[in-house]
């Protein structure tokens, strides 16, 4: 495995890339393929909706073998599974729909990731305060700060039995040094690799996703993209003031259709779309008018990707 071991020193102690192993036990669970429950499907534009409403989503996160998080807020909370308790949260970037330093420590987490830009300048900041305001966990343990690891793009590091490789998403935060990343997930399973690439929030896939993140001697198996502005596109234009509204059609059938040697999904295995937009539409509607290929992914969703049987 190309997993490059680092150390990092930014002023929150001297870690290495390989941090979180404990936490996550040197096994990464399933060895049939990667399981990734949606704990919400969301964007930014949900929170006045009533969580009764048949329509609700939750901000997007999701939970990857049940070990690790890829973003965490509050509205996500009671969709973990009962008894789960992930320590390490990799953050996509620093959106309050992504972002949400409160609810990471009231989960005990000890292990968060994130784009080295805001570190210092927000991020380590943002976790003190937390830690300030909840002393005690709901378990009555003392509240800790978590290990801060700064990421930088396209250097990949290891957590667990997973490879975690970090590429550029096309969206502004807000904060200058920020880079917004999504994430390309290599797990090695008994029979191949599950290259999961989870792209929000993003304004298409840059270059360095194609060139770098999709290489044709490591494609992607599996992917969870986002469709802020636009989940059908001909139902509607670009979503500016969210600045990021992926045209998925487009990308689904240019780049990353089936033959192009850079995703190699199973046969029948959807794009799966997630942190939708706000729409008077049910899920139902949504299946009804998605074209083949494309899925949207509702809270609670449960997906078994298994390793690609077009690469064995
Ligand atoms: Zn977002
Ligand atoms: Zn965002």
Redesign the pocket.
Known sequence: MDVRRRTFAMGVGAVTATAGLDALGASSGDEEGLRVRFLGSGS?CWEKEPRTSKIFRRYSSVLIDGTFLIDYTWMAADMLPEGCHPTTIVYT?S?G??YDPRAAVKLGVKHVYLQRGWLLEDAKRDFEKAVETIPTLPDGRTSALPEIHPLDVCVPFALGGYEILPLPGN?W?GKPHEQ?LIYKVTKRCRDGAVRLLYAT?TSGLMSTVFFHGCRKDAPLTAVIMESTGNPVQKFGGMNISHS?ASTVNDIFTTYLKPGKGRYMPNPGQPVYLTHIGYYEWGQKTFDEQLPPGLQLAHDGLDVLFRPSQLLA
């Open positions: 930014a970037h959106h729909d992504h969206h935060t917004a929030d990021t």
